[in-house]
């Protein structure tokens, strides 16, 4: 059982700091704080115990200032409603003092100019406020909150958000930007039902609102709005690589030993071409303005939305945007098409960093070789695909026709193209098989016209991982032959006898770390530039030939490649140039899987001590660093259309608004004729048409009106 303190005893109260002063303190002076073994004092003097008999004293005349505050409260919100707050419809819950204080304290406030909070200890506006409406002094940071939500609200940049008494909590939370039916949440709705992620809904949403010199709002903004909407359903859409954590590994130790070389490398990139380490070294220097980095790319084809989760929006018979209660209508769930064999689109995609005339480091994507629909294979399996091909029409012409007549195949593609038969046998295999052969003239011929006519032409050097095909025998005596191979970075010299036999001459693969500027660097990018616009192009015709699709692999294709026309040239530079950082973290981790450089999850993000990488904050979720992914010319117009919708709705919602003020200033016009008719009859009395007093007043002797309080 709780015990209470004796009559006349001293109670005191729990100190606590109050940045604003003492403006509780009646009577307390600095001989407070020498009084407190601490030394800090309290903003509150003692206060002593009442008996019984004066408790209930001060309980009636506490409830009778209680009522006599709230009494006022109320007069006072009639008194200034159209001067505070234009808009009546919040006015109507107030039926309670907690609501009617809030409303009195916010009337005091307007009286004082609403000071910034600095100022309310200069001019004790806190105990001002207190005092007046006889409000309980250990009340006082209820006090200062609500004084503090008034300014959060009139300092907030929509102009249409007016003090809510009813709200509670209202001062408590993030503060909700966007709303359902607001041209910015139309704006948003259009792009998510077109597949848009959260990120380019949040560009575009940016782009609109600064068109119309809006503050732009974060990504977590759209997203809360998207969870919070009314209007809005969200839904799952229905539908590793692997390394090695053990440093004594044959992959581990092959890419310590490349990494170390590859600094070696670096290092002598920074000096001159005739000092005498470049000389004296067995490895070639390598220039990061003079490297081109290659990888192959593989997008499989996504019929219907590529999105995993699906964005419904309610909608009513007449298209627009609207609640369940308002007849809004969630469209049927659009599904993708799962595919028993899904086909692909592939290529190989190269970048490279070169200085330009003006002396400044850019980066470029290079032209990518499509090889779509085809399997790539070494010298040995496309000579064995060559022969398979000559066998089988040989075979086929020596059979008789159903007709009896002569086969054309007679003699096979001697026998029917003559001269002409080589090229016709490769056409033939080549529709089903690519041979590595094409991807080493790539790279060689798009390499040396991107270094043509630079400092570079002679000593460029180019990165690709461990393809297996490339490092066949028959692939290694061809780019010897043509001059690529001492251009290839890859382990070399007296770091042979460190690797296993694998690796000798080649590198360890399975390493996106090192494949600068393409597999999980821009690869990722890749694709959310090729599916952001794909969603950009969602309502072109479906023959338009700038629409971007994922639904064939020709298509898919198109799309990739005009997306990686688009990626900034600043993303390789970086990716680039950090090469020499990473073989750091490389070296430091023995050659396993590094912490999140390999962007990775899964068993990829696994270190060697068995730790995870750790999320961290990117510039998606930031508005001051956020931006939207590259938009290809062909898909402008998806993106205009898109802003075009909000600004029609814009100009809807500034035309719904104009008619709502007009409609709430007639409403104070009769209002503040109720008013003086009421309470202002000396004026009522010049006026020859007054109507007869209300019921109950006939016999006032006195109607004038007559605030209480100070």
Same mark, same amino acid.
């Given at each position: 059982?709780?015990?209470?303190?004796?009559?006349?005893?001293?109670?005191?109260?729990?100190?606590?700091?109050?940045?604003?002063?003492?403006?509780?303190?009646?009577?307390?002076?600095?001989?407070?704080?020498?009084?407190?073994?601490?030394?800090?004092?309290?903003?509150?003097?003692?206060?002593?115990?009442?008996?019984?008999?004066?408790?209930?004293?001060?309980?009636?005349?506490?409830?009778?200032?209680?009522?006599?505050?709230?009494?006022?409260?109320?007069?006072?919100v009639i008194v200034q409603r159209e001067l505070l707050y234009p808009d009546q419809s919040n006015l109507q819950g107030i039926k309670d003092g907690y609501h009617a204080r809030r409303w009195a304290i916010y009337y005091l406030f307007a009286l004082f100019g609403f000071p910034e909070r600095e100022n309310?200890?200069?001019?004790?506006?806190?105990?001002?406020?207190?005092?007046?409406?006889?409000?309980?002094?250990?009340?006082?940071?209820?006090?200062?909150?609500?004084?503090?939500?008034?300014?959060?609200?009139?300092?907030?940049?929509?102009?249409?958000?007016?003090?809510?008494?009813?709200?509670?909590?209202?001062?408590?939370?993030?503060?909700?930007?966007?709303?359902?039916?607001?041209?910015?949440?139309?704006?948003?709705?259009?792009?998510?039902?077109?597949?848009?992620?959260?990120?380019?809904?949040?560009?575009?949403?940016?782009?609109?609102?600064?068109?119309?010199?809006?503050?732009?709002?974060?990504?977590?903004?759209?997203?809360?709005?998207?969870?919070?909407?009314?209007?809005?359903?969200?839904?799952?859409?229905?539908?590793?690589?692997?390394?090695?954590?053990?440093?004594?590994?044959?992959?581990? /130790? %092959?890419?310590?030993?490349?990494? +170390?070389?590859? &600094?070696?490398? =670096? !290092?002598?990139? #920074?000096?001159?071409?005739?000092? $005498?380490?470049?000389?004296?070294?067995?490895?070639?220097?390598?220039?990061?303005?003079?490297?081109?980095?290659?990888?192959?790319?593989?997008?499989?084809?996504?019929?219907?939305?590529?999105?995993?989760?699906?964005?419904?929006?309610?909608?009513?018979?007449?298209?627009?945007?609207?609640?369940?209660?308002?007849?809004?209508?969630?469209?049927?769930?659009?599904?993708?098409?799962?595919?028993?064999?899904?086909?692909?689109?592939?290529?190989?995609?190269?970048?490279?960093?070169?200085?330009?005339?003006?002396?400044?480091?850019?980066?470029?994507?290079?032209?990518?070789?499509?090889?779509?629909?085809?399997?790539? /294979? %070494?010298?040995?399996?496309?000579? +064995?695909?060559? &022969?398979?091909? =000559? !066998?089988?029409? #040989?075979?086929?012409?020596?059979? $008789?026709?159903?007709?009896?007549?002569?086969?054309?195949?007679?003699?096979?593609?001697?026998?029917?193209?003559?001269?002409?038969?080589?090229?016709?046998?490769?056409?033939?295999?080549?529709?089903?098989?690519?041979?590595?052969?094409?991807?080493?003239?790539?790279?060689?011929?798009?390499?040396?016209?991107?270094?043509?006519?630079?400092?570079?032409?002679?000593?460029?050097?180019?990165?690709?991982?461990?393809?297996?095909?490339?490092?066949?025998?028959?692939?290694?005596?061809?780019?010897?032959?043509?001059?690529?191979?001492?251009?290839?970075?890859?382990?070399?010299?007296?770091?042979?006898?460190?690797?296993?036999?694998?690796?000798?001459?080649?590198?360890?693969?399975?390493?996106?770390?090192?494949?600068?500027?393409?597999?999980?660097?821009?690869?990722?990018?890749?694709?959310?530039?090729?599916?952001?616009?794909?969603?950009?192009?969602?309502?072109?015709?479906?023959?338009?030939?700038?629409?971007?699709?994922?639904?064939?692999?020709?298509?898919?294709?198109?799309?990739?490649?005009?997306?990686?026309?688009?990626?900034?040239?600043?993303?390789?530079?970086?990716?680039?140039?950090?090469?020499?950082?990473?073989?750091?973290?490389?070296?430091?981790?023995?050659?396993?899987?590094?912490?999140?450089?390999?962007?990775?999850?899964?068993?990829?993000?696994?270190?060697?001590?068995?730790?995870?990488?750790?999320?961290?904050?990117?510039?998606?979720?930031?508005?001051?660093?956020?931006?939207?992914?590259?938009?290809?010319?062909?898909?402008?117009?998806?993106?205009?259309?898109?802003?075009?919708?909000?600004?029609?709705?814009?100009?809807?919602?500034?035309?719904?608004?104009?008619?709502?003020?007009?409609?709430?200033?007639?409403?104070?016009?009769?209002?503040?004729?109720?008013?003086?008719?009421?309470?202002?009859?000396?004026?009522?009395?010049?006026?020859?048409?007054?109507?007869?007093?209300?019921?109950?007043?006939?016999?006032?002797?006195?109607?004038?009106?007559?605030?209480?309080?100070?």
């Amino acid at each position: 059982m709780s015990s209470f303190p004796e009559a006349g005893s001293t109670v005191t109260p729990k100190r606590r700091r109050d940045p604003l002063g003492d403006h509780t303190a009646r009577g307390s002076s600095s001989s407070n704080k020498a009084s407190k073994p601490d030394g800090r004092g309290s903003h509150f003097s003692s206060l002593v115990m009442p008996s019984p008999a004066e408790a209930e004293n001060r309980s009636v005349i506490y409830s009778d200032n209680r009522m006599r505050a709230e009494s006022w409260s109320a007069q006072a919100v009639i008194v200034q409603r159209e001067l505070l707050y234009p808009d009546q419809s919040n006015l109507q819950g107030i039926k309670d003092g907690y609501h009617a204080r809030r409303w009195a304290i916010y009337y005091l406030f307007a009286l004082f100019g609403f000071p910034e909070r600095e100022n309310w200890t200069e001019c004790g506006l806190v105990h001002e406020i207190i005092s007046r409406l006889s409000i309980p002094t250990n009340s006082w940071r209820w006090v200062v909150n609500t004084m503090e939500n008034i300014l959060d609200i009139r300092a907030r940049e929509s102009n249409d958000e007016n003090f809510d008494p009813n709200a509670k909590l209202s001062f408590c939370g993030a503060k909700i930007i966007i709303e359902d039916g607001s041209p910015s949440a139309l704006v948003i709705c259009n792009a998510m039902e077109n597949s848009n992620s959260v990120t380019m809904a949040t560009y575009v949403v940016n782009l609109f609102r600064s068109k119309h010199q809006i503050p732009i709002v974060s990504r977590g903004a759209v997203q809360a709005y998207l969870h919070r909407s009314k209007v809005v359903d969200i839904s799952e859409r229905s539908t590793r690589k692997t390394g090695s954590t053990d440093a004594g590994s044959d992959w581990a /130790v %092959g890419r310590l030993v490349f990494s +170390k070389q590859v &600094k070696i490398q =670096l !290092d002598l990139g #920074l000096l001159p071409p005739n000092h $005498p380490d470049v000389v004296a070294s067995e490895f070639r220097p390598i220039h990061l303005d003079g490297v081109t980095s290659g990888d192959e790319k593989h997008c499989k084809q996504k019929t219907g939305r590529h999105t995993k989760k699906e964005y419904r929006i309610r909608r009513n018979v007449d298209g627009d945007i609207a609640e369940e209660k308002f007849l809004g209508i969630l469209p049927p769930k659009q599904g993708r098409l799962t595919l028993k064999f899904e086909q692909e689109a592939r290529a190989l995609y190269l970048c490279g960093c070169k200085k330009d005339e003006d002396g400044v480091v850019r980066g470029y994507p290079l032209a990518p070789f499509d090889y779509t629909d085809r399997l790539v /294979v %070494g010298f040995a399996r496309y000579a +064995k695909e060559i &022969k398979a091909e =000559l !066998d089988a029409k #040989l075979a086929w012409g020596a059979q $008789p026709t159903p007709t009896g007549r002569e086969s054309v195949w007679l003699g096979g593609y001697l026998g029917r193209y003559k001269d002409d038969w080589e090229v016709q046998v490769r056409l033939a295999v080549d529709a089903k098989f690519c041979c590595v052969k094409e991807l080493i003239d790539h790279i060689w011929t798009v390499s040396s016209e991107f270094y043509a006519g630079t400092d570079r032409e002679a000593t460029w050097m180019t990165y690709h991982d461990h393809l297996s095909t490339m490092w066949e025998k028959g692939a290694i005596e061809y780019m010897k032959e043509i001059g690529l191979w001492d251009r290839l970075i890859k382990i070399t010299g007296s770091n042979n006898a460190l690797v296993c036999a694998r690796y000798q001459d080649s590198l360890a693969g399975n390493s996106p770390e090192n494949a600068r500027g393409t597999d999980s660097h821009q690869f990722a990018p890749l694709m959310q530039i090729a599916q952001g616009n794909a969603a950009l192009t969602t309502n072109y015709a479906e023959e338009d030939d700038k629409k971007f699709s994922l639904s064939t692999p020709k298509r898919c294709q198109s799309a990739m490649e005009r997306a990686w026309s688009i990626i900034p040239g600043e993303n390789f530079v970086r990716d680039i140039f950090d090469w020499p950082r990473i073989c750091d973290v490389i070296i430091a981790a023995n050659g396993t899987i590094v912490q999140g450089e390999g962007l990775r999850s899964g068993k990829r993000a696994v270190r060697v001590d068995g730790t995870m990488h750790k999320a961290k904050t990117t510039k998606r979720d930031l508005k001051s660093t956020l931006i939207g992914i590259p938009v290809h010319p062909d898909a402008q117009k998806g993106l205009d259309d898109l802003l075009a919708l909000g600004d029609a709705a814009l100009e809807a919602f500034n035309m719904r608004v104009a008619a709502d003020v007009a409609e709430a200033e007639i409403e104070a016009d009769k209002e503040r004729a109720e008013f003086d008719e009421y309470f202002n009859p000396d004026d009522a009395d010049d006026d020859p048409d007054e109507e007869a007093p209300l019921d109950g007043f006939e016999d006032a002797p006195d109607a004038t009106y007559k605030p209480v309080g100070p």
